[in-house]
């Protein structure tokens, strides 16, 4: 298995650009996360999925979007990259609904706005 | 609601030496607590967790928890720390009950750096 992909691993926008961030897990896992990584500041939360076609927002989902058409793929969209932004992006995923299961988490995007 | 702190942003021990890092959390119902490792430009590794049971736990790499429920923590231990063990770590928390309408997303702390000096 190759766990949790992401693509690109690194890429840098110019404001007002958008992209796709693109997120791979090969376990079957139904849960999908998005965070993004600041430094000093932890893990924050951008968007999650409980299964395919479901998703919601966590702690910081303005400026972005997901989707989850499938169990493996869950994208996350940034539509008008601004500065704030900049920041390293972590996908994840774990097996099901059971509070207990561990995630597992993808290498990250490091994405820089200018 | 759940929450969690690690109250250091750093913590420095010399090799060889035990190692210790703290993390204390907060929730409804009764937690599922997780330790994650982060190495330089990568992503998190989960070490171990606690789920229930017994209150001292063993994971990856030679590190164990404990978790004390009257203290509310779930401190991170190794007895004998390597120069390889520095890095980022993550304490994280799942309340057993969430909020109403709620889902089971864990709390991440904001990461301790362990700094392991020769």
């Known amino acids: 298995n190759a766990g949790v992909t992401q693509t690109p691993k690194f890429r840098i926008l110019k404001i007002g650009q958008s992209m796709t961030l693109q997120c791979t897990q090969d376990?079957?896992?139904?849960?999908m996360y998005w965070y993004r990584q600041d430094p000093g500041m932890g893990l924050k939360l951008i968007y999650y999925?409980?299964?395919?076609?479901?998703?919601d927002k966590g702690e910081v989902p303005n400026g972005y979007n997901v989707s989850r058409s499938t169990t493996e793929d869950f994208p996350l969209r940034l539509e008008l990259a601004a500065p704030s932004q900049t920041s390293v992006y972590f996908c994840a995923s774990s097996l099901d609904s059971s509070s207990y299961n561990e995630q597992f988490f993808g290498p990250g995007t490091r994405l820089t706005v200018l | 609601a759940q929450s969690v702190a690690q109250p250091e942003d750093q913590v420095n021990v010399a090799e060889g030496n035990p190692l210790t890092v703290k993390c204390t959390y907060s929730v409804s119902g009764n937690p599922y607590l997780f330790w994650y490792v982060q190495y330089p430009n990568r992503g998190l590794q989960f070490l171990l967790k606690y789920i229930t049971g017994d209150n001292l736990v063993k994971g990856s790499y030679g590190f164990e928890a404990e978790f004390n429920k009257s203290q509310t923590s779930f401190h991170l231990k190794k007895p004998s720390a390597l120069v390889s063990d520095s890095a980022l770590y993550f304490c994280?928390?799942?309340?057993?009950?969430?909020?109403?309408?709620?889902?089971?997303?864990?709390?991440f702390g904001r990461g301790t750096s362990l700094i392991v000096h020769p």
């Open positions: 376990m079957n896992h139904n849960y």
């Open positions: 999925s409980v299964g395919a076609g479901i998703t």
């Open positions: 994280a928390v799942r309340d057993t009950r969430p909020p109403s309408g709620g889902s089971y997303i864990p709390t």
